[in-house]
């Protein structure tokens, strides 16, 4: 889990690599009601690290997540807007 303002409101969000392969993203927005929620699918088996960082150097967080079953790095361009482009596959 990985706490991070990934929409540039103020307020922290939250990514979570889960064990379907899935990434969830948890949109806070200050206030402790129930976040607006996003799945990403990466098409992998199982997730067991996700990190985020200015992989595209646009200052938006992108989202990278490992999935060492199948050997793959998924990535995750930020967008804006709550938007994040389709997952790229780097194999390891």
Known sequence: ????DLDADGHLDLVVGNL???????FGDGTGSSP????????G???RGVTVG??????RPD???????VGVVFT???LGSRSFGAGAHINT
């Open 1 to 4: 889990m990985t706490p991070v």
């Open 20 to 26: 379907d392969a899935t990434i969830t993203l948890l």
């Open 36 to 43: 607006t929620v996003k799945h990403l699918h990466t098409g």
């Open 45 to 47: 088996r199982s997730l």
């Open 54 to 59: 200015t992989f595209t150097f646009d200052e």
């Open 63 to 69: 989202i990278m997540a490992a999935d060492p079953f």
């Open 76 to 78: 995750f361009e930020n």
